[in-house]
């Protein structure tokens, strides 16, 4: 037996003995009619309260929710004590006679995190008070509000029913405000909440609100009218308060069975799910709409398109299989961790499927962006070394032109060849300028690299849409690639008059779209151009789509993840 089970033995049995000096005391009381149901009423929703509390704190014995339930448990039956004979335990019951709302309206304010933040902490502070204080009126002036049989009050100092009037007016009205305060704050709290929250905050979070409510409107009443409330209102929040216990536990086990059922439905739903359907199904299950799945990789975690991610900072579960790390599922941090690790057990195979895609993905996108540095690399040994050729090429004839009227024949070899040398230059130019990064997109971005091939184009070519801010460099790359590959075709096969150019951006997607009037019946399976571009596309977990119906136009469509 461990320190946590000893000290819910412990508690358990001094709840019972409580409970048994309790039913002992209204069994002999003076002023009590019905001791039997008295008895029954009072000590068994002691019970039910400590009972609840101790099986909550077993469960998650760092949230104090459990040991709120257990101090309500406690302050009630301390409520069974109002009807003993002897004046001093009955003027001790009736001062600690509204902890239990105290300790009740603690719980309502932490639950279900079991902390207060620091406007609930003021709130709960004013209702210790208040409830430590509610009664002073009553005994110091010895009003008979409680019953006409029950013993007198050992703190009487004034037999003033003007005093103890105005008091009882002063502390009912500052419970009415404080009611209407806590009320205010956990509707304010409903609203706020997420759906998870809201199913977790749901069965106390409104039995609470209606207890609160029938003792500000039991107290209202009472301060309205000048005398006690019989009947109705004091039973209903009893009744109210007696029911708690129950809903809270009805909610466990709901939560427990609707576990059960969403692993189950999950299982049957992960082997008919087609890829990418993955993070839907666990956001089904744990009704988290806000659910993310991250995946780990040998160089971090990736999100589903292979794009780096932080590591998680906010609630989240591990998800492994066979004991080897697969992945991670972000979640509201109200979900219960038992339902999110059945979710992330029955999940980890399917998890694993799809970090093998991310890892393809993230690789193929390192092998995108290795081409553009390559490129880059290849631009700049153009300019320094191609470049510097061409420049002593043409000093080379600059010289040979100098030498036609004194030397033909030594001006004739020196051009021939340098016409050689220049053949073998601009071959080279062009084996080496096939794909090479241009310098206007690196330095000015998608907007004036799109401008630039729409000036050089041989037909007009209008640009509609190109965004100004600049995107990831390896979707700019992509995204200038289509449109020159698309402006090239169009030249030379699309016998077209104009061309347009759009670039936008929708739902996380560079959007690409270049449309011409031409004959259109373009086939993309002709050439290896179209193919270089959807492999590029692809590598960026991208699509691309040809539309050119015969004797319509062509447009070709790119979509590509920002």
Not at 12 to 30: K, P, Q, T, Y
Not at 41 to 52: D, P, S
Not at 517 to 525: R, T
Request: a neutral charge; hydrophobic letters at 50%; charged letters at 20%.
């Amino acid at each position: 037996m461990n320190a946590l089970t000893r000290a819910l033995a412990m508690l358990a049995l001094a709840a019972l003995l409580v409970g048994l000096l309790a039913a002992a005391v209204i069994a002999s009381s003076d002023h009590v009619d019905d001791t039997a149901f008295a008895i029954t009423f009072m000590v068994g929703v002691g019970y039910a309260w400590i009972a609840t509390g101790l099986f909550a704190t077993y469960r998650r014995p760092a949230n104090k929710v459990g040991v709120l339930m257990t101090a309500t448990g406690f302050a009630w039956l301390l409520n069974a004590f109002v009807a003993a004979n002897s004046p001093a335990i009955f003027t001790f019951a009736v001062l600690a006679s509204n902890l239990y709302l105290a300790t009740f309206v603690h719980l309502l304010l932490a639950y279900p995190q079991g902390t207060l933040r620091r406007l609930e902490r003021r709130i709960a502070a004013v209702v210790y008070a208040l409830c430590a204080v509610g009664a002073l009126p009553i005994l110091l002036s010895g009003l008979e509000v409680t019953c006409e049989r029950c013993p007198d009050s050992v703190i009487q100092i004034t037999s003033s029913t003007t005093v103890g009037t105005v008091g009882d007016i002063l502390t009912s009205t500052a419970a009415i405000l404080l009611a209407g305060t806590v009320i205010w704050v956990l509707a304010a709290r409903w609203r706020a909440a997420s759906r998870p929250q809201r199913r977790v905050l749901a069965p106390l979070l409104w039995s609470g609100i209606v207890l609160v409510a029938l003792v500000a409107v039991t107290l209202t009443s009472q301060t309205v009218s000048g005398d006690q409330v019989p009947g109705i209102l004091p039973v209903a929040w009893q009744v109210v308060f007696a029911a708690v216990p129950f809903a809270f536990l009805g909610g466990l086990l709901r939560g427990q069975i609707a576990q059960a059922d969403a692993v189950g439905e999950l299982l049957q739903r992960l082997g008919e799910a087609s890829t990418g359907d993955l993070r839907g199904l666990l956001a089904d299950a744990l009704h988290d709409p806000s659910l993310q799945l991250l995946y780990w990789v040998e160089d971090g975690w990736v999100r589903r398109d292979g794009r780096s991610a932080d590591r998680p900072h906010h609630a989240y579960t591990p998800v492994e299989l066979n004991g080897e790390l697969v992945g991670a599922i972000i979640h509201d941090a109200s979900l219960e961790p038992e339902a999110v690790a059945n979710v992330a057990a029955a999940a980890g195979l399917a998890m694993r499927g799809e970090r093998l895609e991310a890892a393809l993905r993230r690789s193929r996108a390192r092998i995108v962006e290795a081409g553009l540095q390559e490129r880059r690399r290849l631009e700049r040994n153009l300019h320094d070394g191609a470049q510097q050729r061409l420049v002593a090429l043409s000093l080379t004839l600059r010289i040979a032109q100098n030498q036609i009227a004194k030397n033909p024949d030594t001006a004739a070899e020196m051009v021939g060849a340098a016409q050689e040398e220049l053949t073998r230059a601009l071959e080279e130019l062009r084996e080496l300028a096939r794909g090479i990064h241009p310098a206007v997109l690196s330095d000015r971005g998608l907007q004036a690299a799109v401008e630039a091939l729409a000036v050089r184009s041989p037909l007009p070519v209008k640009v509609v849409e190109v965004p100004g801010e600049r995107l990831p460099e390896p979707v700019e790359a992509a995204a200038y690639f289509v449109i020159a590959e698309a402006l090239t075709n169009v030249a030379k096969y699309a016998n077209a008059s104009n061309a347009t150019v759009a670039v936008r951006r929708v739902n996380g997607h560079a959007c690409v779209e270049v449309r011409d009037d031409g004959v259109g019946g373009a086939d993309p399976g002709r050439g290896s151009g179209l193919q270089g571009l959807a492999d590029r596309v692809g590598a960026l977990d991208g699509s691309l789509a040809l539309d050119s119906p015969p004797g319509s136009g062509t447009t070709l469509r790119a979509e590509i993840p920002v």
